[in-house]
T-cell receptor, first 115, second 114 residues
Framework: DAGVTQSPTHLIKTRGQQVTLRCSPK?????VSWYQQALGQGPQFIFQ???????QRGNFPDRFSGHQFPNYSSELNVNALLLGDSALYLC??????????????FGSGTRLTVV | AQSVTQPDIHITVSEGASLELRCNYS??????LFWYVQSPGQGLQLLLK??????LVQGIKGFEAEFKRSQSSFNLRKPSVHWSDAAEYFC????????????FGPGTRLSVLP
């Protein structure tokens, strides 16, 4: 049973560029949440997608946007990259009927470096 | 808004010694409480969770945690640490029934001496 798959694993971008990160949820899960984990910090909630719509959003600017596809996979897009966007981006999947309180399944993350 | 503090940034213990990682939260009611572990280059793995009932909860890998309402704390313990326990540990809270509002603490890095 495949867990959460994220791609790419590492990425280097230049300030001002745009980036797209991808996530395939655990089999059977229908909800995808994205977290940003800066170096030495805990993950911070970006947003959550369910039924192809953004259901909840954290305190992140509109430069951060996302999408969920009919197969439940998801993308995170970041426009106009800043140096401060350098972080590990984690995708977590869950099942809406029981909620993330019963345990997220996390991917290994995408390490984004902005230079 | 709810918040989570983990007072210890880095803890070093000897293999076989006992361990306690501290976690305090700020929230008006009792939140859902979690401990996650992150090994280098890996995502987060759930160790245990507390929703209600018995305030001492057992998790995987021999870990347990105790919820103390009066102290707004949810400390993680292990009686005998193994070298493979070296990792980053995160306490987290959720304040709704479906986990749409998860807040993680800053983490505690655990090093284990042989």
């Amino acid at each position: 049973d495949a867990g959460v798959t994220q791609s790419p694993t590492h990425l280097i971008k230049t300030r001002g560029q745009q980036v797209t990160l991808r996530c395939s949820p655990k089999s059977g899960h229908d909800t995808v949440s994205w977290y940003q984990q800066a170096l030495g910090q805990g993950p911070q909630f970006i947003f959550q997608y369910y039924e192809e719509e953004e259901r909840q959003r954290g305190n992140f600017p509109d430069r951060f946007s996302g999408h969920q596809f009919p197969n439940y996979s998801s993308e995170l897009n970041v426009n106009a990259l800043l140096l401060g966007d350098s972080a590990l981006y984690l995708c977590a999947s869950s099942l809406a009927s029981v909620g993330a309180n019963y345990g997220y399944t996390f991917g290994s993350g995408t390490r984004l470096t902005v230079v | 808004a709810q918040s989570v503090t983990q007072p210890d940034i880095h803890i070093t213990v000897s293999e076989g010694a006992s361990l306690e990682l501290r976690c305090n939260y700020s929230y008006g009611a009792t939140p859902y409480l979690f401990w996650y572990v992150q090994s280098p280059g890996q995502g987060l793995q759930l160790l245990l969770k507390y929703f209600s009932g018995d305030t001492l909860v057992q998790g995987i890998k021999g870990f347990e945690a105790e919820f103390k309402r009066s102290q707004s704390s949810f400390n993680l313990r292990k009686p005998s640490v193994h070298w493979s326990d070296a990792a980053e540990y995160f306490c987290a809270v959720s304040t709704d029934n479906y986990g749409q509002n998860f807040v993680f603490g800053p983490g505690t890095r655990l090093s284990v001496l042989p």
